[in-house]
């Protein structure tokens, strides 16, 4: 049997298919087993920041497993260790605690536990097209009915107000709330930019209230949108939720809280969190990230690609929008066509929702690279 035949016939069908297999990486590119070349302007949904296949964090994890994969939290450990401070060195101040855990589901189930369990309240509040994971409590705190239709009743305590609407927010915040979890910029749900004003009005709202808030970088973090977090100088959280793009491509997510945030002993914990073969892979990865300066890089590329596509004399495009190297092309028509037509022509892009083609390519893309993306969308969207 084919590779198609073989994941058609024995995976359970979650995944809506691209028809292309891809068996390679490096840098931007990606190959499928024809040996065709694609630049990636998907990252995987953000995780491949670094690009692939990098041998700086290929012997990191080769080096970690050899010496120790596993290590459970109730023993220490000297490269978890080091990736605590390093998290915590990177990450706005005020965020002092940092838990280790697999992906951003999970990061955001135990910030949502975090917060019921340190506030002693019961209610969550979420924004309208907000994405937090698939998970059962990521899942109520995410908003497309398309996704939790099919699984009700949510965890209860949820509720969802408008994006980008301080007014709404304020009507539905109370004494119950435990905490607010928003995006900085809504991935899945259209590349959509929160307003800085909004953000300042939702923090001192929380302080007023008592309420916590949670930051869910879990697509935005590691420099994609031009700062290593989308949340910096925009505003402060209390709980910050990390992962994709953490490690490198080795699965890892991260909860990085205000040191009073106060979580019973054994509240939450999770036997791969924090592993060292991830720890040493998210290090290496960070290396990489900071000396090449891949968020300043991001704010550039991002802008080149930005300008390029709005210069575009297009009747089908509605808004080109995003920050750094995450950039929504919102059309007046369905993007999946588009998004095929792309791939036809050696560029993988996403969707974010029906009418959003949604870019985010690796930052270590050269500017030979975007221009080629640039060329190949003004020929499929013109
Ligand atoms: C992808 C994503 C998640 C879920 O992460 P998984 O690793 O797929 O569980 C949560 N929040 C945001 C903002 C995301 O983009």
């Not at 605590?84 to 280790?100: C, Q």
């Not at 704010?299 to 808004?319: D, H, M, W, Y």
């Not at 690796?362 to 020929?379: A, F, G, N, T, Y």
Request: with cysteine; hydrophobic share 40%.
């Amino acid at each position: 049997m084919s590779v198609r035949e073989l994941e058609d016939r024995f995976e359970v069908e979650v995944y809506p298919r691209r028809d292309i297999v891809i068996v390679r990486g490096e840098g931007a590119l990606l190959y499928d087993e024809d040996g065709n070349e694609y630049i990636d302007c998907a990252s995987n949904v953000g995780v491949s920041n670094i690009g692939h296949a990098n041998p700086e964090v290929a012997r990191a994890v080769h080096d970690q497993y050899l010496r120790l994969a596993s290590c459970y939290g109730i023993f220490y450990n000297d490269v978890r260790a080091e990736l605590s401070r390093r998290v915590v060195d990177i990450t706005p101040k005020g965020l002092d605690r940092v838990f280790l855990c697999n992906s951003g589901s999970e990061a955001v189930e135990a910030a949502i536990k975090f917060a019921r369990g340190s506030t002693g309240r019961k209610k969550i509040i979420a924004a309208m097209r907000g994405f937090h994971g698939k998970t059962m409590g990521a899942l109520s705190a995410t908003w497309d009915p398309k996704y939790t239709g099919p699984f009700e009743p949510m965890v209860p305590g949820f509720s969802h107000v408008p994006f980008n609407n301080i007014e709404m927010l304020k009507k539905t915040i109370g004494n119950d709330t435990a905490a607010v979890i928003l995006e900085i910029v809504q991935g899945e749900g259209g590349v959509r930019v929160g307003d800085p004003a909004y953000f300042s009005g939702v923090r001192s709202i929380c302080d007023e209230m008592g309420v916590l808030l949670i930051i869910d970088e879990v697509q935005t973090g590691f420099g994609r949108t031009g700062r290593m977090f989308a949340c910096e100088g925009v505003v402060r959280p209390d709980i910050l939720c990390l992962a994709k793009a953490m490690a490198g491509g080795v699965p890892m997510g991260a909860v990085v809280c205000a040191e009073d945030i106060d979580v019973p002993l054994k509240g939450h914990t999770s036997t791969f969190g924090g592993n060292p073969l991830a720890c040493a892979a998210a290090l290496a990865t960070l290396d990489v990230i900071e000396r090449e300066d891949l968020a300043s890089a991001a704010a550039v590329k991002g802008e080149r690609l930005k300008t390029g596509i709005r210069s575009f004399e297009s009747p089908s495009i509605k808004e080109v929008r995003g920050a750094g190297l995450m950039i929504g092309i919102e059309l007046k028509q369905n993007a999946g066509p588009y998004v095929k037509r792309l791939m036809e022509n050696g560029i993988i892009a996403l969707l974010a929702g029906k009418r959003v083609i949604r870019l985010l390519p690796p930052l270590v893309i050269s500017e030979e690279q975007i221009d080629e993306v640039i060329r190949v969308l003004r020929e499929v969207l013109e």
